[in-house]
């Protein structure tokens, strides 16, 4: 057993990380500024020009995007149940209703079938998740979005850095990224919105900031008379220069980030052909830049001897963490306290949601860090399989 935690995510800070923050806190401007607009045209920049807008978290991000679109009662927005329950949260809290898609029981991606069934004369937005950092098949999907006249808004949080066909995710259409602590890229925590819409890019901008025309980043204003004027009613989601400059360090390192993560993800799976009832999530087939954001496994109680539970538990007892990502939105309390209809409905979701759990990857571990969880998955499913 490690003598040492092995946290199942943990950001990648380097010392050069750390003195941009301090240089930032000696600044004497920690809040929106130079730095947030800075992080803003390096993304836009790698995207080839992409309007990007930074705020306080990607759940901020897609709040201000489904005001943005004026999303509310009486509308449908589609969207997978296997995504994590801030986004069907937001919808609901619109006064919309969330209309749940399966996903392929293989990949755990939403599929265009699905979605295209699902359409209504009511629909208003379809939120495409690219899944652990696999891009889902966009082509098909903004065809049938656009046939429809509904907004895709792709859900990317685990995905920055993921390429589809040869375009860098953000990079067409719309993307929300999520820079929370165990993304690929942190500030800590933080959202960028990724468009090819300038009117939804202005919006959202002013809408992350009291609804006012300007930002508090213009220092020219510093000590200004008040003429600055609301221009509708917004919230406060901006994202301060302190956890901006965080990030545009790291964006310096993300294709490396990825590169190591790809690396452990195969030692990974080489591992784990060999044990059998824990199985990786696969692969799409299209063409395509994975992000490898998380190492997801699913667990075959009748072929592992345990289920997913067991085996989270007998790993945190090896000193390994693991994560869930994500128990199925239906099936949390009051989703299915109030949506009753979706239980059975989605049975890949179901089946996955009941097996998936996400074992250590971030570039700083080793491959000796790879290979003790490897090593005590096996201890703990032999254990399992010794006759009582």
Known sequence: MRTDFLPFARPSISEEDIQAVVQTLRSGWITTGSQCAALEGALSARLDGAQVVAAASGTAVMDLVLR???????????????TWVS???????????????????????????????????????VIPVHYCGAPCDMHPIRAICQTHGVYCIEDAAHAIGTSYDGVEVGGQGTAIFSLHPIKTITTGEGGLLATDDEDLARRVRRLR?????????DRRQHGRTPTAQVREPGLKANLPDMNAVLGLSQLDRLDAFIDRRDALTARYREGLASIDGIS????????HRHGRHLMIVRVEPSKAGMDRDELMRRLKDANIGTGLHFLAVHTHD????????WSGRL???????????????????????????????????ACAKVPA
Do not use: K
Request: charged content about 25%.
């Open 280 to 287: 990786p999530v696969a692969d799409p087939t299209w063409t």
């Open 87 to 125: 986004t069907v949260n937001l919808i609901t809290l619109r006064g919309a209703t969330p209309v749940f898609v399966d996903v392929d029981r293989d990949t755990m991606l939403v599929t265009p079938e699905a979605i295209e069934a699902a359409i209504t004369d009511r629909t208003r937005a």
């Open 209 to 217: 900031f009291h609804g006012l025309e300007a930002d508090a980043h």
């Open 334 to 341: 009051w989703y299915r306290d109030n949506m009753a209809q």
């Open 68 to 82: 943005a679109l004026e999303i509310g009662p009486g509308d449908e927005v589609i969207t997978p149940s296997m």
């Open 347 to 381: 049975p890949n979701t179901e089946y996955n949601s009941d097996r998936i759990c996400s074992l250590p990857l971030f570039p700083d571990m080793t491959d000796e860090d790879v290979d003790s969880v490897l090593d005590s998955i096996r201890a703990a499913l």
